[in-house]
């Protein structure tokens, strides 16, 4: 209630209008220090939380590419083993030999003939069954014959060169080169990646 008197301008504010611009100011406070100090630790634990499923996302992205990487290199590294060996003669491996198959060797040479050349495949492990990398020589041997094939790629071959990321197992079931008969190879590569084992698998028929 607003009274005017004559003589002054004063106004006389009454108790209800006072009570009520009192209420409003209450309405108006800010937040304490607790309740900014419990806001903040709050939002702190939501920003970590999402932090972490972030950088989870992405480590599982990047395994998840190098594991394809990885064996998009095996798959590679197999044509051209199943397309050499097609024009081949098994030369020498060694493993557990069961009358003319040998299951599982150490090693394996075999000499292409559409190439004129030795190719031998061994591990870093020392064992191709053992997870390692897996490495490739090569020497060039212009002419041979069946009976010569042995000796020809028993020695001189050029430096290893790594074919495989590392933890990869190549087994392999070997159908012994006879003349006069087919032999072939069933060509097994194992890639322990980090996410889960990834195999491959393939039998190709040799040249005889």
Known sequence: MCV??????????????????MKQRKHLRGLTLIELVIAMAI?????????????????????NTATERDVESISTLMNQMAKEIRTSTIADYTGSSTGAKVTNPSSLTYYDYSQG?????????????????????????????FTTIATDCSSAFGAAIDVTPADTRLNLVV???IPGKVGG?????????STKPVQIRSFVSSRD
């Open 4 to 21: 005017f008197r004559s003589g002054g301008t004063r106004v006389e504010i009454s108790m209800g209008i006072s009570m009520m611009i």
């Open 43 to 63: 939002f702190s634990i939501l920003m970590v939380s999402a932090a972490q499923t972030f950088t989870s996302g992405i480590l599982s992205f990047k395994m």
């Open 117 to 145: 050349k030795c190719v031998r495949y061994t591990s870093s492990s020392g064992n191709l069954t053992t997870a390692g990398i897996i490495r490739r020589q090569e020497k060039m041997v212009p002419t041979t014959t």
């Open 175 to 177: 159908n012994e080169s």
């Open 185 to 193: 190879a069933q060509i097994t590569f194992t890639l322990n990646s």
